[in-house]
């Protein structure tokens, strides 16, 4: 008996779990790997937030239901952090929904919106949950490429009038996973003008929207005046406050849309344990500092890696975004063949690009999530692996 339904059968496979079972192996044979090919941070949950978990946690009146749309305090949360950090005025009761992380978000946001049949824009390279979910709601992908002479930022000319037609709905991520691509205004100016001429809905994945260096601050497509007609963006505190596995995001914008997620989720789930809300209300309100704390741990450290990718001759504008770095293999690889290289030589898990879509073909992603001490490792035998090689 196959009890995968058509829908699961139909899934794209998950690239990663390919080198996690390499990975497993090369460990049982005494190898020390170095995962640089982990999305997540590494770093723990500031103290302040966990604290507030372990308050509430003890009080009996919450440990029952959540509203189904979230704690009034968490969304009200939502709407005080986007007009303190955007100057985006939120109505907490209908432009504010709470998630279980964002990636239950998009996944049944796309499942709300569209009908079997209708596609869905979506960048590539790119976060591979925008492709299964689609497939999960019986759509179709259109990808938009994405390149380096581009800096990444979509180029909307290059669809073709028939593509443009057909889809339903766009989707971008900036800061973006895997490019580390960062935008300003204009660019959110430019794809809200564009989906409004198209009727398109705008889904912008701000998963990475607080870690930035320097002076950079990646914009919220909100501010994009009446953007809140067509766009949602999404928020998540899993990477900008270390919080992976306590399961909190947002949805904010369009109430018309929101108000589909809101209706389908309502029948799933019953948003997320009170405690979690409320710490991460502390979190959103909080001066920041802990963000800020961690970005500069990650920028020392894209420093480290970029030196060490630029003896092996691979050069890489510095990011403003993300803990990621995003290079081309070199000449005479595959992105696969790289990976695979760099596991066997040096013993270092990098994540090739085409795990994100066909335009990741020639480049691979670097996580700089793992210890800097384990970093500063890997970096010595990447600058040891072209030597490996002669
Ligand atoms: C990690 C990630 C998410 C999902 O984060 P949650 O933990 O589900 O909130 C969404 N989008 C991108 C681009 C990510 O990298």
Sequence with gaps: MDYRSKR????????????????????EQGVDVIDLGIGAPDLPTPPFIVQKLLD??????????SNYAGSQEFREAVANFYRRKYGVELNPDEEVLTLVGSKEGIAHLISA???????????????????????????????FPLDHQNEYRPNFKSLSQTEIRKAKMIILNYPSNPTAATVNLATFQEAISFAKQHNLALVHDAAYGLVTFGEYEAPSILQVPEAKDIAVEFGSLSKSFNMTGWRIGYIVGSKHLIQSLSLMKSNIDTSQFLPIQKAAAVALQSDLQSVKHNNDIYNNRLSTMLNALKQIGIHVKRPKGTFFIWAPVPIGYTSNEFAEEMLKKAGVIIT??????????????????????????????????KGGES
């Design 56 to 65: 509430e946690s003890v009080k009996p009146e919450n440990h029952r239901y």
């Design 113 to 143: 919106v569209i009908n079997a049949g209708d596609s869905v824009l979506i960048p590539d390279p790119g976060y591979p949950v925008y492709r299964s979910a689609v497939s999960l709601a019986d759509g179709e992908s259109i990808y």
């Design 352 to 385: 090739p690009g085409t795990a994100f879509g066909p335009s990741g073909e020639g480049y691979f992603r670097i996580s700089l999530s793992v210890h800097t001490d384990r970093l500063e490792e890997a970096a010595k035998r990447i600058r040891q692996f």
């Design 8 to 27: 699961v059968t139909n899934l794209p496979p998950y690239l990663f779990s390919v080198f996690q079972k390499k990975k497993k192996q090369l460990e």
